[in-house]
């Protein structure tokens, strides 16, 4: 029987989860350094002249190979106590709590409507669509785990939740017809070269991260995604004159290209939410 | 079998914690009593490769071969795959010991921390900082 120990960090430190993404650390391994690096190098082009956005964005080069049968693991989950500590589910807790005081780039909410976030930040344990399986929607989910450009069409894949987005790119107009969707109906233009991508018709049911942080069915977004070299920037604005004193901007992300020019992305196993009928406390993240 | 994955196909895996947004589910604490710590010994009759949490359901026998049905949780599939983790590495049909917390309310539900199986081998799956530990 062998023994092998994966410890902490390991199960995150291929690639930061959106939780903690969506505070601006996506960088990933390496950081700062990694990803001037890979800014440096040439930006390919497309055969009309634009930025080609194409590739796979983030992880890691090296599939994780499976453990073989009858093999021993550990497997820890990232909490800043001992695995003993009796006090390690307020731990987990309480961290995050701690981080989102820090949040430096909150929502400009109307005054009137800070007891409602509150609120819902509180109780997020029952309110967050997310953790009932719901889409993340945009602009929660972020910057696309995959980007496949074609003249007159992007498409955005998401390996969360396995999502896509058509992004049509030969000027026409918003579809007048289009349902209202978590997604939203989106088009793209290149304002020199950076793809900026216009939705609308967002529903209202989605969350704009886990704090409480809700909108209305006035929400209108604008991302753009500048590739530099192997490094692609995501930002996002933010506009709902219903909820929103200002339109917000979000914490810009930037992703490097995967190294591994084979890599793929992976079904996402379907998500199937079995915990809210047992939770008996507001306790929460 | 197993090694479907191992093939060089999965470059993915490593790919994007985008899965669910690892634990930022819910609380622990708000369901689970780690005060209440319970040993499960019994055979895994299915294995829930689902996010947000992976299940494994276990019935367990008494003395009399009266059965009762459990479900024990653990971290979401995205983590445990990037700990080498696959889900038929998870005990399905096999007879297994497994230590986990119980559910607050009550229900024949827990959180996993270590199953172990027959032949010996472990799988621990849980939380904290190794480094802390006590020597």
Known sequence: MTKLFIVAGLALAIAAPPAFAQRGRGAGAGGADANAAAAAKPTPRAPDGHPDLTGVWGGAAEPVKALAPGESTRILFPVRTNPEDKRIFDEMDLAAKERQAAEPNKPPYKPELASKVQLLSDKRQFNDPSFYCKPLGVPRMGPPSQVVQTPGLVVLLYQGRNTFRTVPTDNRPHNADADWTWNGDSVGRWDGDTLVIDTTRLVEDSWLGADGWFHSNKMHVVERLTRKGDTLTWTATVDDPGVFTKPWEMTPRTQRLNPNPRALLEEDPPCLEQDGPHIVTDDHH | MKRLLGTGVALAIALLGAAAPALAHHSLQSEYD?????????????????????????????????????????????????????????????????????????????????????DGHKLEIWLGDASKENP
Do not use: C, M
């Not at chain 2, 010994?41 to 689902?50: E, I, N, P």
């Not at chain 2, 983790?85 to 009550?106: H, K, N, Q």
């Open chain 2, 34 to 118: 780690i005060n209440q710590s319970i040993t499960l010994k019994g055979t895994v009759t299915k294995v829930d490769w689902v996010n947000p949490h992976v299940y494994v359901y276990l019935d367990v026998k008494d003395d009399k071969g009266a059965v009762t049905k459990w479900a024990v949780t653990t971290l979401p599939p995205g983590n445990l795959r990037r700990g080498g983790l696959t889900r038929d590495l998870l005990g399905y049909g096999e007879t297994v010991s497994i230590l986990a917390f119980r559910a607050r309310d009550g229900a024949n539900l827990a959180f996993l921390r270590t199953i172990t199986f027959a």
